[in-house]
T-cell receptor, first 117, second 107 residues
Framework: NAGVTQTPKFRVLKTGQSMTLLCAQD?????MYWYRQDPGMGLRLIHY???????AKGEVPDGYNVSRLKKQNFLLGLESAAPSQTSVYFC????????????????FGPGTRLTVL | GQSLEQPSEVTAVEGAIVQINCTYQ??????LSWYQQHDGGAPTFLSY????GLEETGRFSSFLSRSDSYGYLLLQELQMKDSASYFC????????FGQGTELSVKP
């Protein structure tokens, strides 16, 4: 199993350009997440999905869009990149979420390092 | 609102024991998780406390006290490879992460 994979690994954009980050998981997980991590900070949730065809906003959704057309894939789009979106982006997946009867470990991809000039 | 506080840096020597604290201000959560991240790579799951008390997993243990809004990660018999960033996260269906603690293990 490859687990969670992300493409591309690195990308440099100019302000105003658009791009899509791809996340794929082969663990048949229902839940998928997109985070961003800035220097000295924890991971902040951008958007997440609780199943194929569903998406929801996280803590910092502005400037991003997502789609979950297939269960195994979760796409993160930047329509008009800004320097403030320079960050490391992590995708994660989990089987479910804790419903009072346990936890649900999130499995993370290796990250995409994005620089917006 | 919700926030988690962790020390930004901790230094310890090989073979020692270190405790990384996490205090939080949030209500209504399923449990407290801990993740490890080496050199900016993929975070990996370490431990989870759904209930108050101590959970032990090998050299790592984690503790939660909901009444004190406090938890900690305890690392025993420190090894050089334990040098990494450690994040606590409250599980509210989604994970809300703390800012992380960078642990440096010295010989």
């Amino acid at each position: 199993n490859a687990g969670v994979t992300q493409t591309p690994k690195f990308r440099v954009l100019k302000t105003g350009q658009s791009m899509t980050l791809l996340c794929a998981q082969d663990m048949n997980h229902e839940y998928m997440y997109w985070y961003r991590q800035d220097p000295g900070m924890g991971l902040r949730l951008i958007h997440y999905s609780v199943g194929e065809g569903t998406t929801a906003k996280g803590e910092v959704p502005d400037g991003y869009n997502v789609s979950r057309l297939k269960k195994q894939n979760f796409l993160l789009g930047l329509e008009s990149a800004a320097p403030s979106q320079t960050s490391v982006y992590f995708c994660a997946s989990s089987y479910g979420v804790a419903g009072g009867n346990g936890h649900n470990e999130q499995f993370f991809g290796p990250g995409t390092r994005l620089t917006v000039l | 609102g919700q926030s988690l506080e962790q020390p930004s840096e901790v230094t310890a020597v090989e073979g020692a024991i270190v405790q990384i604290n996490c205090t939080y201000q949030t209500s209504g959560f399923y449990g407290l998780s801990w993740y490890q991240q080496h050199d900016g790579g993929a975070p990996t799951f370490l431990s989870y406390n759904a209930l108050d008390g101590l959970e032990e997993t090998g050299r790592f243990s984690s503790f939660l006290s909901r009444s004190d809004s406090y938890g900690y990660l305890l690392l025993q018999e420190l090894q050089m490879k334990d040098s990494a960033s450690y994040f606590c996260a409250v599980n509210r269906g989604k994970l809300i992460f703390g800012q992380g603690t960078e642990l440096s293990v010295k010989p």
